[in-house]
């Protein structure tokens, strides 16, 4: 490990001269919408410049969506306005399409409705 932790980070190809390291293109896969993006070595260096320890999580699509819903989110508080959320997912069981009143938690699985009632029969009403 480097006395900075970046290598472990970061995809470093150390090379004859000690001064800088030499990074090389990295393929992430995106905690959203969970397709591959590419770490480009450029980018790699600007983080190193920053000092920042992390590789980034999200694709440029996703990381902008984000970023878009705190800006949302915040102006919404600033004016006093209770907004409504719903979020459109995928269910972790059956895997058909539907929306939740709140953004999912990574790594959390999300069900819809029946699937929902089916893993906690306990809310369902009693039967007469």
Wanted: proline fraction near 9%.
């Amino acid at each position: 490990m480097s006395e900075n932790g970046f290598s472990e980070s970061f995809n470093v190809v150390t090379q004859d001269n000690p001064g800088e390291p030499e990074f090389t293109d990295q393929t992430i896969n995106c905690i959203d919408c969970r397709s591959d993006f590419i770490w480009t070595s450029g980018e790699q260096q600007f983080f190193y410049d920053k000092n920042l320890k992390n590789p980034p999580k999200r694709c440029k699509p996703c990381k902008q969506a984000k970023n878009e819903r705190i800006a949302a989110i915040n102006a919404a508080q600033e004016l006093g306005i209770k907004q409504r959320i719903e979020v459109t997912v995928a269910c972790a069981k059956c895997g058909c399409n539907t929306t939740v009143p709140f953004y999912p938690s990574q790594g959390r699985p999300v069900y819809c409705r029946s699937c929902f009632l089916e893993l906690n029969p306990s809310l369902l009403p009693p039967h007469e």
